[in-house]
């Protein structure tokens, strides 16, 4: 029975939130003096180093994302010494992002699980048991995120927007399960156009949650800290430091809508700990394992419907997206378990919904400000109590992106969510209290508030505060609630 899962403690970091980088909603460049080359031109020499890189964007920088990839011009290096000219000369484009997060509850509460709670075994990850932690940042963890991507332009073969992407990960962390420790291939894809632009397509190894649901508040993912949507990690949705084989195809209906579907090996959702990546990471060390050798490991089907309107003078940024993903691998079957602790069940679903709505424009002179304002968003996830850890998510957010002239990138956050907990791993939970010394919380609710400023040219920092009242799944007497300081780092080279 694999029932000690990475236990949450909100403002949890956002996994996917942990691992890419920025560029505001309708704006792929900065506001600054001239108008910026167009997105994909040639970097003429006579263009300075940020501008030069900039004009390599639209060609070089990886593509298939739901929100813009980082841009060259936004990057330590940009295009000093016109190295970034002279790979794309050959076809070459290189993005390397470095991501340091820390978390640590600062109430008086305890630090580590009682030792009357039945002792460590490596199936438990040092979650839940003597000795171990409840949720991640309860004694202060960190984890370490350092991505490259290599694309390659093969347009130059004839392919409409074709391009070639090899990507790499390697990572430390002071907790295993939310974080593991790991060197491995990420992202090994083909990307290509169709039908004059109208349709995307996308196969090989690469991450799912950057290609879906739009999770990262304001399409800034240089800000990890406010969601805590659990749902499809749980349920077998790859994060962006952990890939396997998928494909992706995109049919662009207009400017505005959308509709788009996927189909991804499952991360093992029955694996030895019950960590999907975790026990991703531990039986496909390289990343490019085609068939999981864990029993039961299948095809996870994604599908998305979305309206997407970037800002523009006098036009407010809109983004509404909705679908459903369902994972036909085994899953242990909650609501079975206390009568067979092997029980496991076919298949497993959920839904989502997500919007934000610009309500208030800042800077609407320019095409290039138009993003600056206040933002509203909300989301919603659902899935089976019998199969999911958590059945519904709620989430509210506010934020400000651009709030200040001098400050154009920064961007201030607030966010509130509830996560319910599967009332049948609640009842397995409880049932075995008077052995394990461990409850079952039925809910968690936690707010967040945090300032993402940008330092430099690649360079974001992030500080904030967190409170949730049930930082668990499970909870031992005495556990308490946390409030959580938040820091983290977004660096490109």
Same mark, same amino acid.
């Given at each position: 029975?694999?029932?000690?899962?990475?236990?949450?403690?909100?403002?949890?970091?956002?996994?996917?939130?942990?691992?890419?980088?920025?560029?505001?909603?309708?704006?792929?460049?900065?506001?600054?003096?001239?108008?910026?080359?167009?997105?994909?031109?040639?970097?003429?020499?006579?263009?300075?180093?940020?501008?030069?890189?900039?004009?390599?964007?639209?060609?070089?920088?990886?593509?298939?994302?739901?929100?813009?990839?980082?841009?060259?011009?936004?990057?330590?290096?940009?295009?000093?010494?016109?190295?970034?000219?002279?790979?794309?000369?050959?076809?070459?484009?290189?993005?390397?992002?470095?991501?340091?997060?820390?978390?640590?509850?600062?109430?008086?509460?305890?630090?580590?699980?009682?030792?009357?709670?039945?002792?460590?075994?490596?199936?438990?990850?040092?979650?839940?048991?003597?000795?171990?932690?409840?949720?991640?940042?309860?004694?202060?963890?960190? @984890?370490?995120?350092?991505?490259?991507?290599?694309?390659?332009?093969? $347009?130059?073969?004839?392919?409409?927007?074709?391009?070639?992407?090899?990507?790499?990960?390697?990572?430390?962390?002071?907790?295993?399960?939310?974080?593991?420790?790991?060197?491995?291939? +990420?992202?090994?894809?083909?990307y290509q156009t169709l039908f004059d632009g109208k349709v995307e397509l996308k196969m090989g190894y690469f991450p799912s949650l950057t290609e879906f649901m739009g999770t990262?508040?304001?399409?800034?993912?240089?800000?990890? +800290?406010?969601?805590?949507?659990?749902?499809?990690?749980?349920?077998?949705?790859?994060?962006?430091?952990? $890939?396997?084989?998928?494909?992706?195809?995109?049919?662009?209906?207009?400017?505005?809508?959308?509709?788009?579907?996927?189909?991804?090996?499952?991360?093992?959702?029955?694996?030895?700990?019950?960590?999907?990546?975790?026990?991703?990471?531990?039986?496909?060390?390289?990343?490019?394992? @085609?068939?999981?050798?864990?029993?039961?490991?299948?095809?996870?089907?994604?599908?998305?419907?979305?309206?997407? !309107?970037?800002?523009?003078?006098?036009?407010?940024?809109?983004?509404?997206?909705?679908?459903? @993903?369902?994972?036909?691998?085994?899953?242990?079957?909650?609501?079975?378990?206390?009568?067979?602790?092997?029980?496991?069940?076919?298949?497993?679903?959920?839904?989502?919904?997500?919007?934000? !709505?610009q309500v208030w424009q800042q800077a609407p002179g320019s095409p290039y400000t138009a993003y600056r304002g206040v933002y509203l968003g909300g989301t919603f996830m659902g899935?089976?109590?019998?199969?999911?850890? @958590?059945?519904?998510?709620?989430?509210?957010?506010?934020?400000?992106?651009?709030?200040?002239?001098?400050?154009?990138?920064?961007?201030?956050?607030?966010?509130?969510?509830?996560?319910?907990?599967?009332?049948?791993?609640?009842?397995?939970?409880?049932?075995?209290?008077?052995?394990?010394?461990?409850?079952?919380?039925?809910?968690?609710?936690?707010?967040?508030?945090?300032?993402?400023?940008?330092?430099? $040219?690649?360079?974001?920092?992030?500080?904030?505060?967190?409170?949730?009242?049930?930082?668990?799944?499970q909870y031992f007497d005495g556990q308490g609630s946390s409030l959580n300081v938040l820091a983290s780092m977004f660096i490109t080279l």
């Amino acid at each position: 029975m694999a029932m000690d899962l990475p236990e949450p403690s909100s403002p949890d970091i956002d996994q996917a939130a942990a691992l890419d980088a920025v560029s505001m909603p309708g704006a792929d460049v900065e506001d600054r003096a001239g108008d910026p080359p167009p997105s994909g031109s040639p970097a003429a020499p006579s263009m300075d180093s940020e501008a030069r890189a900039h004009a390599l964007d639209a060609i070089h920088g990886y593509k298939g994302w739901n929100i813009p990839f980082p841009s060259f011009g936004d990057s330590i290096t940009r295009d000093d010494g016109h190295w970034r000219t002279r790979m794309a000369e050959h076809g070459f484009g290189l993005s390397v992002q470095s991501i340091p997060i820390f978390q640590i509850n600062t109430l008086d509460n305890p630090r580590r699980v009682p030792d009357y709670v039945p002792p460590c075994v490596p199936e438990n990850l040092n979650y839940n048991c003597a000795g171990g932690r409840s949720y991640f940042g309860q004694g202060g963890d960190y @984890f370490v995120s350092n991505l490259a991507y290599l694309t390659y332009d093969s $347009s130059r073969w004839g392919v409409p927007d074709g391009q070639i992407t090899f990507g790499g990960h390697w990572g430390l962390s002071s907790d295993e399960a939310y974080s593991p420790k790991t060197v491995r291939v +990420f992202v090994l894809s083909w990307y290509q156009t169709l039908f004059d632009g109208k349709v995307e397509l996308k196969m090989g190894y690469f991450p799912s949650l950057t290609e879906f649901m739009g999770t990262f508040v304001g399409g800034m993912v240089t800000n990890p +800290f406010g969601p805590n949507g659990f749902l499809p990690l749980a349920m077998g949705m790859s994060p962006n430091n952990v $890939s396997t084989p998928n494909v992706r195809a995109t049919w662009h209906v207009n400017d505005d809508f959308y509709a788009q579907l996927g189909v991804q090996r499952s991360l093992p959702v029955r694996g030895a700990t019950g960590n999907p990546i975790y026990d991703e990471v531990n039986d496909n060390a390289s990343g490019l394992r @085609f068939k999981s050798s864990v029993p039961g490991t299948r095809i996870l089907y994604t599908g998305e419907l979305g309206y997407k !309107r970037q800002a523009a003078p006098g036009n407010p940024y809109v983004w509404v997206r909705g679908g459903g @993903f369902h994972n036909t691998s085994d899953f242990t079957d909650f609501s079975r378990l206390l009568a067979d602790p092997d029980a496991t069940r076919k298949g497993g679903s959920g839904v989502y919904l997500l919007a934000d !709505r610009q309500v208030w424009q800042q800077a609407p002179g320019s095409p290039y400000t138009a993003y600056r304002g206040v933002y509203l968003g909300g989301t919603f996830m659902g899935g089976e109590s019998e199969v999911a850890a @958590f059945t519904r998510y709620y989430e509210l957010r506010a934020y400000w992106l651009g709030p200040f002239s001098n400050r154009p990138r920064d961007m201030i956050s607030l966010i509130a969510n509830h996560n319910s907990v599967s009332d049948h791993l609640q009842d397995v939970t409880n049932a075995y209290a008077p052995y394990t010394g461990l409850f079952a919380n039925e809910y968690a609710n936690s707010a967040t508030a945090s300032y993402m400023f940008r330092v430099r $040219s690649g360079v974001y920092a992030t500080l904030g505060v967190g409170y949730t009242d049930n930082p668990s799944i499970q909870y031992f007497d005495g556990q308490g609630s946390s409030l959580n300081v938040l820091a983290s780092m977004f660096i490109t080279l």
